[in-house]
């Protein structure tokens, strides 16, 4: 298994602009989930998904915010629009069952908002 | 939300040393899971003890958990350059729920 597939790897947008990061879980791992790392905040748990479903997205900054999750092999974060501290390294992770085990991280999408 | 802290937030030791890195969280818990993170990379997972175990091992890797007293600790044996990463513990109450990471500590392995 390539592991978790997370693209593009480096974005740069300017203020304003629409950004779609995506996400390829591990097949067969049912639950998936984004993350925000900051220096100053850490790693923030934004949203997460099992089953396909959005269980908790209380994480989520503001209504600029959203992500989908349309089956099983594929998600979107979407930022619209854009604002300079949304600049951030976004982690998706894919589990078997939760967090009964161990999450894989992708390698992130490192995003700049100019 | 409960959230791990790790202590220290960094650490530097010689090769071949010990490492020692404690965290401690807030509420009752699932399980406890450690991750390390090299620059520019993601989380990759080490290790998880559940809230029934008390001490884990994996290669030299070592791993205890006090429930009573809201801790855990990681302890790397005879460390070497390529350890050098950040360090997180993560928590979760319930597996339904998504892991709460800490701040990390930032290991440092001199030759």
């Known amino acids: 298994d390539a592991g978790v597939i997370q693209s593009p790897r480096h974005e740069v947008t300017e203020m304003g602009q629409e950004v779609t990061l995506r996400c390829k879980p591990i097949?067969?791992?049912?639950?998936l989930f984004w993350y925000r790392q900051t220096m100053m905040r850490g790693l923030e748990l934004l949203i997460y998904?099992?089953?396909?479903?959005?269980?908790?997205d209380s994480g989520m900054p503001e209504d600029r915010f959203s992500a989908k999750m349309p089956n099983a092999s594929f998600s979107t974060l979407k930022i619209q629009p854009s604002e300079p501290r949304d600049s951030a390294v976004y982690f998706c992770a894919s589990s078997f069952d939760g967090a009964n085990y161990g999450y894989t991280f992708g390698s992130g999408t490192r995003l700049t908002v100019v | 939300s409960q959230q791990g802290e790790e202590d220290p937030q960094a650490l530097s030791i010689q090769e071949g040393e010990n490492a020692t890195m404690n965290c401690s969280y807030k509420t009752s818990i699932n399980n406890l899971q450690w991750y390390r993170q090299n620059s520019g990379r993601g989380l990759v997972h080490l290790i998880l003890?559940?809230?029934?175990?008390r001490e884990k091992h994996s290669g030299r890797l070592r791993v205890t958990l006090d429930t009573s007293k809201k801790s855990s600790s990681l302890l790397i044996t005879a460390s070497r350059a390529a350890d050098t990463a950040s360090y997180f513990c993560?928590?979760?109450?319930?597996?339904?729920?998504?892991?709460?990471f800490g701040k990390g500590t930032h290991l440092i392995i001199q030759p």
């Open positions: 998904f099992n089953n396909n479903v959005p269980i908790d």
């Open positions: 993560a928590t979760a109450s319930v597996p339904i729920d998504g892991l709460t």
């Open positions: 003890i559940r809230s029934n175990e």
């Open positions: 097949s067969g791992h049912n639950s």
